[in-house]
């Protein structure tokens, strides 16, 4: 693109919405996820805006790259489409993010400059062994109570001949309270405010960092996504911050449950689209179906994600978790001869 297409191609963007779906291929897709990228996806798509699929395979170990490959064709298969992902490009590419690695190097690079962050040196069972104590446990595991913040510096020197060390993001003060994007934000409340990884030992970028520098650099403007995300906000919200980039707004839909209260999982049944599919259920039933579920439609009946944009209206989504049950998949399935 020549400056003066990407100049004007930047101010078309900044006036529309730009929404994401960021998959980790380490699971197949199942019902759990594919209603939060629907209404993530209707979100933006009711707005004209651009939507953008992003494969968050950051955590190489975990991730599995015929996985990856299974997501994208799921959410083809569902009418789920994108302007710019793994599989087509787009202007703020690459959209694979092991594949972004230098643009996680120079954001943890500016928050080292920054003095930001601190080399941690506690081991798994020392963190493990935080976890009993009062704080509790958040979704980023034991709330850290600053062990290694304030070692000296021959300390550090000592401790860096025997490991290497990850790297903790400083919430100053141990509270967010000056910070104002958090303190306007609904999930203050919700998170630990604990010293949190943005680079572990061995090396791999935290997803708190990763999401904050490819949703900024992606110029993404709205976040949805479930509610297991919610005491992360707060802290990417920090990252914004200490990086100069403008957050987008959030906002965290209730997940899916089993009738047993616990989060919809394998134990449930077998929710996985790959599995809905090869029963024969067509795409739009299942789309009906989730549409039912989340109150965006009173019937259970077919519909294509993109018959259902007018529908969609957050107010209506309930504000509790949402259960599913097995007999409402055997339904589902059955009603498809599967
Ligand atoms: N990759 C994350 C996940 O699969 C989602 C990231 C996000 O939506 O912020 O749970």
Redesign the pocket.
Known sequence: MTSLARFLYEVIMMARRRG?????PSGELHIG?VY?ALLAWLQIRQKDGQFIMRM?DIDKPRSRPALAKQIVDDLKWLGIDWDEGPDIGGPYGPYTQSQRLHHYEAALDRLKRDGRLYPCYCSRAELLAIASAPHGLSSEGPAYPGTCRTLTPEERAAKSCTKTPSFRFQVYGNTAEGVSSVKRHESLASWDRSDFVVQRADGIIS?QLA?VVD?ALMKVTN?L??S??FD?TPRQLLLYEALGYEAPDFVHVPLLYGNDGKRLAKRHGDFTIARIRASGCPAERLIGFIAKLCGLHDRTEPISAYELIPWFDLGQLPKAPITVDASMLAELLESSGG
Do not use: H, I, K, Q
Not at 20 to 24: C, N
């Open positions: 994401r779906f960021a998959p980790t996820n939060t968050e997803y999401v949703d976040v996504r479930g297991d995300l992360s």
